[in-house]
């Protein structure tokens, strides 16, 4: 993954410390990026994912930033930029998961959930885009949802964070793609992470797996292709485009 001037591209993945940010980060740099792997509070989590990184050859460091709040997003940025010159690639994966009856949802737990699914996007994109546009040329890859897309029983904080995820990705892209910049999302169905590991054996999951068309869940590092594919050239077409690997549990 080259830059047109051939060098590795620099690619900064948030909340990369574990699931499908850790094998975004890991998949980018077989591919040739050098990568910022971004961690909330998991900075054992994120050494993990470095040491992947660094065993594929590429470059990379660990970042640590509450991202929902826009000095620190703009913060990290700008720490990624001064240690490797610039970033091609941003990929927006930090999240929350939410489930429970909407009645009882606590207005905490709404705002962390928004904060965390959504705000934060708003807040790294907003840090990144001045220079990319700068150099005409960059790619943004949101990890959206396929419940942001239909909706699900009791994650209501979940999918209107993930709905809005989209809605944000569509508008941007019509925004800056003449500008040389491509912003794209990911809408996965359940995916095997830590983050859902609690739900697959329990009703509710066996209940998705029966909306799976291919009869199961996805792993992460099938996810990660769909994104890695979205960071590349191959991808030279898309922008404002959502990307479905979900076991063909939602056909839009």
Same mark, same amino acid.
């Given at each position: 993954?080259?830059?047109?001037?051939?060098?590795?591209?620099?690619?900064?993945?948030?909340?990369?410390?574990?699931?499908?940010?850790?094998?975004?980060?890991?998949?980018?740099?077989?591919?040739?990026?050098?990568?910022?792997?971004?961690?909330?509070?998991?900075?054992?989590?994120?050494?993990?994912?470095?040491?992947?990184?660094?065993?594929?050859?590429?470059?990379?460091?660990?970042? $640590? #930033?509450?991202? &929902?709040?826009? /000095?620190?997003?703009?913060? @990290?940025?700008?720490?990624?930029?001064?240690? +490797? =010159?610039?970033?091609?690639?941003?990929?927006?994966?930090?999240?929350?998961?939410?489930?429970?009856?909407?009645?009882?949802?606590?207005?905490?737990?709404?705002?962390?959930?928004?904060?965390?699914?959504?705000?934060?996007?708003?807040?790294?994109?907003?840090?990144?885009?001045?220079?990319?546009?700068?150099?005409?040329?960059?790619?943004?890859?949101?990890?959206?949802?396929?419940?942001?897309?239909?909706?699900?029983?009791?994650? $209501? #904080?979940?999918? &209107?964070?993930? /709905?809005?995820?989209?809605? @944000?990705?569509?508008?941007?892209?019509?925004? +800056? =793609?003449?500008?040389?910049?491509?912003?794209?999302?990911?809408?996965?169905?359940?995916?095997?992470?830590?983050?859902?590991?609690?739900?697959?054996?329990?009703?509710?999951?066996?209940?998705?797996?029966?909306?799976?068309?291919?009869?199961?869940?996805?792993?992460?590092?099938?996810?990660?292709?769909?994104?890695?594919?979205?960071?590349?050239?191959?991808?030279?077409?898309?922008?404002?485009?959502?990307?479905?690997?979900?076991?063909?549990?939602y056909m839009p």
């Open positions: 993954m080259s830059s047109p001037a051939g060098r590795p591209r620099v690619v900064l993945v948030t909340g990369s410390s574990r699931g499908i940010g850790a094998e975004v980060a890991a998949k980018a740099a077989v591919e040739g990026a050098t990568v910022a792997v971004h961690y909330g509070t998991s900075r054992e989590g994120a050494e993990r994912t470095l040491a992947r990184v660094r065993e594929a050859g590429a470059d990379g460091d660990c970042f $640590a #930033a509450d991202i &929902a709040v826009g /000095a620190e997003a703009e913060r @990290l940025v700008a720490a990624v930029i001064d240690r +490797f =010159g610039r970033i091609d690639g941003l990929v927006n994966n930090a999240g929350k998961t939410q489930v429970g009856p909407f009645l009882s949802i606590d207005l905490g737990e709404w705002d962390e959930v928004i904060r965390t699914d959504l705000t934060a996007a708003f807040h790294t994109i907003r840090a990144v885009l001045p220079s990319m546009v700068e150099r005409g040329s960059g790619s943004i890859v949101n990890i959206a949802s396929r419940l942001g897309q239909m909706g699900v029983t009791e994650t $209501a #904080a979940y999918s &209107a964070a993930k /709905a809005g995820l989209i809605g @944000l990705t569509r508008s941007l892209a019509r925004e +800056f =793609g003449t500008k040389g910049v491509r912003i794209n999302a990911v809408a996965p169905g359940v995916t095997l992470t830590e983050m859902t590991e609690d739900l697959v054996d329990t009703e509710a999951g066996k209940a998705r797996l029966r909306d799976m068309a291919l009869g199961r869940f996805g792993r992460a590092d099938e996810v990660a292709e769909a994104v890695i594919f979205l960071l590349s050239d191959k991808a030279s077409l898309f922008t404002g485009q959502t990307l479905n690997p979900n076991s063909g549990g």
